[in-house]
């Protein structure tokens, strides 16, 4: 039988302020990539959840979504030293930034936070680590906005694994 196809679940913050977004400078396979602060879901938590974890992680800022800009797919082709391509699932939220923790370490790769304009991310699309940036960016612009309640969280999902 042939194994289950499942995507990668990740979140990310879109967040502006003066016009300008949020982004986080990080070493990919690609080289020094731009992208919104973004990772994967963790077990047990929220896309909101993981969103605020993920933010913190990677910028040391405390984060609140209020709403979700939307929800993306997109599909990363083989790299080297990968057999199969990766296809992704985003979960996008805009929010209030928080205080920054100041002497926080941010996540291994990433190496600074920078706020852009719109066109400068326009402008550097050949940097974003995921395609999934601008359209992000350009749907807030658009003022696309949804309530955080359309994702619903069973509480089975906050239940430890039973072990075997």
Request: include cysteine; charge should be negative.
């Amino acid at each position: 039988m042939a194994p289950r196809w499942k995507p990668n679940v990740t979140v990310a913050a879109v967040i502006e302020r003066d016009g300008r977004f949020l982004l986080v400078e990080e070493h990919a396979a690609g080289g020094l990539m731009l992208n919104t602060p973004a990772g994967h879901l963790d077990p047990g938590e929220s896309p909101a959840e993981g969103c605020v974890r993920e933010t913190l992680e990677e910028t040391a800022h405390h984060f609140a979504p209020t709403a979700l800009v939307g929800v993306y797919m997109a599909r990363s082709r083989p790299q080297a030293g990968q057999r199969e391509d990766v296809t992704y699932m985003r979960f996008a939220f805009t929010g209030v930034l928080g205080a920054k923790e100041e002497g926080r370490a941010l996540d291994e790769g990433i190496v600074r936070t920078l706020w852009m304009t719109p066109d400068e991310i326009r402008a550097s699309v050949a940097r974003h680590r995921s395609p999934l940036l601008l359209q992000c960016v350009e749907d807030y612009l658009a003022g696309q906005r949804h309530p955080l309640e359309l994702i619903h969280i069973d509480e089975s999902v906050r239940t430890p694994p039973v072990k075997r």
